[in-house]
């Protein structure tokens, strides 16, 4: 296995002397247009299909990113990964979010102890925990059930069981698989948990803590908010608090909490949404049948994404082209854009688990790169932000590729028809406007009405937002990011980045600063 810089490699070389922009105008034009799309396709897990017949290749880019993804031994490196081999060379850890989903590779001994049987166990506990509360066999001090559940956590602990929650809650009103109402709190700014806590029931809300250290500043922080909040209604915190922490944290086997659940260092934050940190939450929320469902779209994903053929490979290929995109076109942003209101923080989650990932100037030695690394995420779901921001993606100066999301079916299937079309086909109709004007643009005397086009884009359509096509989709852009952390040589798991802020913001809370950095603290009147 060799791990050698993006600009050591033959294809590298090739990709530099083409930089070819093919001409999507031209290309999605007319019939050639019709199959073109019809083309340039891969299925997915989940019944789902990725699309990139309106991005910036052809045969030739993609026969050559193929070689790419053989030069660099990106499926070997994903084997090494879920296998159990060091890849988090930064903290010199094993990389193993991929066992929670149970599917995929061989049994990981490390520590002593068979990780993809511990992580199950995990999920087994959190289940059957979710079962007792659901059917009454763990009740408040009246011996009435909880009704709420809210998590505490930030980064990795809040984004990734946000915006999976949010996914799928009106799909369970429909499904009637809502067992709970879920929460969050992750901001330390107290409007955050005031707001959360002067809207719920108090008495019959439980309280999930999620901290892998059990030393986050800011859940600590919140934590303490939400315990003196239960005190102050006369509840014992004890009695509605959990904890979703690693086994060696101050957290571990504390009487403070109703009971813990565990995770440890293998499962980096943002790549924790199918662990106890996703799994203690939603299977409260909706049961741990719909948790398992998550797991098994997410481990078909995982398994899709071991075939070396990158024609076959959505998430391969997915991340190639960006990869092409961003070293060989320059572009440096990339919006994710779903058409589905259900899908509202996924682009949050995204941000993170893209931007904190890649978004690194050394290699995973410690050596600086001299190529891009990891672009800009930033998105909004459709049709809203047609009405904002699309502007500067249509006609502003800089090309930005467009990741859209599109499902057939709306959750809910509540709809009405307004001049002979429904709610969703006005919906996806929208989408499919868009994905052409960007490509095609429209030629028109006047400079302010003129559309260059040739602005790419792929979409990944569904039939539904189901538990399995949100498991499928959220493992898609993990295996994404990373690939094309395999292709930059980067440490896609380690977040040195975050480090230094929260060093410095413990100076200022202990009165430690000088200079500016005391000036700053005199201006945000801290002291």
């Known amino acids: 296995m060799q791990w050698k810089n993006f600009d050591e490699l033959d294809t590298y070389k090739k990709l530099n002397s083409i930089r070819e922009v093919v001409d999507i105008k031209n290309e999605m034009a007319g019939e050639s ?4 799309v019809d083309k340039y396709k891969v299925n997915m897990a989940a019944d789902m299909v990725y699309s990139y017949a309106a991005k910036n290749v052809n045969d030739n880019i993609i026969d050559i990113l193929q070689e790419l993804a053989d030069e660099a031994e990106l499926i070997d490196k994903y084997q090494e990964l879920y296998n159990g081999a060091v890849i988090n060379t930064g903290e010199k850890r094993l990389v193993l979010h991929h066992l929670c989903r149970g599917q995929l590779g061989n049994d990981v001994i490390a520590d002593g102890v068979n990780k993809r049987e511990f992580y199950l166990l995990q999920q087994k506990r959190a289940g059957e925990f979710a ?9 408040n001090e009246k011996g009435e059930k909880f009704t709420t559940v809210v998590q505490i956590g930030i980064g990795g602990s809040d984004l990734g069981p946000r915006a999976l929650y949010l996914a799928l809650e009106n799909w369970a009103r429909v499904n009637n698989t809502l067992k709970m109402d879920a929460k969050f709190i992750s901001n330390v700014d107290p409007d955050d948990a005031s707001s959360i806590l ?11 803590v999620v901290s892998k250290s059990g030393t986050t500043l800011e859940t600590l922080t919140n934590e303490s908010f939400v315990k003196n909040a ?26 403070a909490y109703l009971d813990s659940f565990y995770m440890d260092d293998y499962i980096g934050g943002r790549y924790s949404a199918t662990s106890a940190v996703g799994g ?30 990158i024609r076959e490979n959505a998430a391969m290929l997915d991340a190639l082209i960006g990869v092409y995109e961003r070293n060989f ?17 996924f682009p949050a989650h995204l941000q993170q688990l893209d931007m904190e990932s890649n978004g690194k100037s050394v290699n995973r030695f410690g050596e600086e790169v001299n190529y891009v690394t990891g672009p800009v995420i930033f998105g909004e779901p459709g049709t809203n932000g047609q009405h904002s921001f699309y502007q500067l993606l249509h006609q502003g100066t800089d090309i930005n590729p ?44 006047n400079k302010n009405k003129y559309f260059e086009g040739n602005r790419p884009s792929s979409i990944i359509v569904g039939d539904q937002l189901n538990p399995e096509s949100l498991g499928a989709l959220l493992a ?39 200079g500016a950095l005391t000036a700053y603290s005199e201006l945000l009147g801290i002291f």
Request: charged share 20%; proline share 3%.
């Open 33 to 36: 247009g019709a199959q073109r």
């Open 280 to 309: 203690v939450v939603l299977s409260l929320a909706f049961g741990p049948e719909v948790f398992a469902r998550i797991l098994d779209g997410a481990a078909k994903a995982d398994i899709t994404a071991k075939n070396k053929n």
């Open 329 to 345: 076109l320059g572009y440096g942003v990339t919006a994710v854009l779903p058409y589905s209101q259900a899908l509202i923080r």
């Open 230 to 255: 239960l005190i102050s209604n006369g509840l014992d915190p004890s009695k509605h608090m959990l904890a979703v922490t690693s086994e060696t944290s101050p957290l571990a086997n504390n009487p």
């Open 402 to 445: 467009i990741q859209f999301v599109g499902f057939k079916k709306s959750q809910m299937g509540n709809d009405v028809i307004i001049e002979n079309t429904t709610s969703q086909q006005k919906l996806n109709a929208n989408v499919a406007a868009q994905i052409m004007a960007f490509a095609c643009g429209k030629d028109d005397e």
């Open 476 to 514: 898609h852009f993990e295996n994404k990011v990373m690939f094309q952390g395999f292709v930059w040589n980067l440490n896609s798991f380690d977040q040195e980045g975050v480090q230094l802020g929260k060093v410095l913001a413990k100076k200022v809370l202990a009165k430690n600063t000088e």
């Open 198 to 208: 002067a809207t719920t029931d108090l008495a019959h809300t439980l309280f999930i």
């Open 131 to 139: 079962v007792k509360v659901h059917n009454g066999e763990i009740l």
